[in-house]
């Protein structure tokens, strides 16, 4: 069981660099380097063990109060043990998530976030049921698991929202993927229980056709979010509907994306989604998605984003993204009015030098009553194996 396990982890170095930072009077630096390093057991009789250890160290940081990556941070990250049998699996302890939309853990830094709880996953990746009870909660810039979310920390220069600690959650979730003449259908439905912030309903679907060398394709979500318990973001009151549509050619992607949120006046963020564990991260499931910030948080209204990506060569990877926030943090405000242009690529190296990869994502943002404009470039080293 141990003499046959497996060893992984990665070293990073991130550069992160702005101007403006989130539209305020501040320019900001900081590089940091650090990594991850797991042993994953073998099976034996369908047990298997997994420990992953976590550090970063700054190396050169200017204002270093308002920028997460300067914290110093030394962490146990997965310690779990898991029960693997034909197509269920249970995993008990401390542990990233996948594929749950809002609660997934964002590896785009050198910690990431983490789980303390129970999942069991009945399927595959194209048709499974996933039911998890996470009791603790380990945010990117924490070097502990503590019942407590993103709501209860400072990502500078963001407040905390509550002092409340929480019991955790639990959902339920379950996703299909298959064939219908000459296309392919997939869609995936998720219920959370936010424990004294909200329930949260949530699905999406997609239909791509699967003939052809130009693929079109095009998908719908929606959510229902409603508070519960002691609410300790207040009334929580949100509908969520989007719509994209594309076409794919080999690797080349490019699409049109749309969410609707109505405002709902005296609501959490004028009908926004509280999303206890995905706020202040730049990522989630919403199809039209700036890349500084994220949609949920910036208020209800209208949301477009266009993008292209591919791969033009095997080991290239490049991209770029235009959204627009139509969005009213409260009732009666005007739109922010928020313009994002996003470029991107990485490059994956090969030969004596494979596992190492290069990244820089460049963005840059304005808004309608701001008086200066935000960018921020984000560069990243990275050797994997």
Excluded: C
């Excluded at 650090?34 to 940081?61: D, E, I, P, V």
């Excluded at 299909?176 to 998720?190: C, F, H, I, M, Y």
Aim: proline share 4%; aromatic share 16%.
């Amino acid at each position: 069981m141990f003499t046959q396990g497996s060893v992984d982890g990665y070293f990073r170095l991130l550069n992160y660099n702005n101007h403006n930072a989130f539209f305020d009077n501040d320019d900001r630096e900081a590089a940091t380097i650090g990594g991850k390093l797991g042993y994953t057991t073998a099976s034996l009789h369908g047990f298997s063990l997994r420990l992953s250890a976590y550090a970063q160290r700054n190396f050169t940081s200017t204002n270093p109060a308002n920028r997460d990556l300067q914290d110093d941070i030394s962490t146990l990250g997965e310690a779990y043990i898991q029960w693997q049998g034909d197509d269920l699996r249970i995993r008990a302890g401390n542990q990233s998530l996948k594929n749950a939309p809002f609660t997934s853990t964002y590896d785009f830094r050198i910690i990431p976030q983490l789980y303390q709880g129970v999942k069991l996953r009945y399927g595959d990746a194209e048709r499974y049921l996933t039911v998890m009870r996470m009791f603790r909660y380990k945010s990117r810039i924490n070097d502990e698991f503590a019942r407590k979310t993103n709501y209860n920390q400072s990502f500078k220069p963001f407040p905390a929202n509550t002092s409340h600690h929480t019991d955790g959650f639990w959902a339920i979730g379950a996703g299909n993927k298959g064939e219908l003449g000459p296309t392919t259908l997939e869609g995936r439905a998720w219920f959370f229980n936010y424990m004294d912030y909200a329930n949260m309903y949530y699905g999406d679907a997609t239909i791509t056709q699967s003939t052809g060398s130009i693929k079109p394709f095009a998908s719908i979500q929606a959510m229902r979010e409603t508070d519960t318990g002691d609410a300790y973001l207040g009334e929580i009151d949100n509908q969520t509907y989007g719509a994209r549509v594309g076409l794919k050619h080999n690797s080349l992607t490019a699409s049109l994306s749309y969410d609707y949120m109505p405002h709902e006046t005296g609501a959490f963020l004028n009908g926004a989604p509280a999303t206890p564990y995905a706020t202040q991260e730049a990522s989630g499931p919403l199809f039209a998605q700036p890349y500084l910030t994220s949609t949920q948080d910036l208020g209800a209204g209208n949301a477009y984003a266009v993008n292209v990506k591919g791969a033009p060569t095997a080991n290239t990877f490049v991209g770029a993204r235009y959204s627009y926030m139509d969005l009213k943090p409260a009732a009666g405000a005007d739109s922010i009015g928020q313009s994002e242009y996003l470029v991107f690529g990485f490059y994956h190296f090969q030969g004596a030098l494979e596992g190492f990869s290069v990244g820089n994502f460049f963005a840059y943002q304005t808004q309608k009553h701001e008086g200066r404009d935000y960018w921020e470039n984000r560069f990243s080293l990275q050797y994997k194996f």
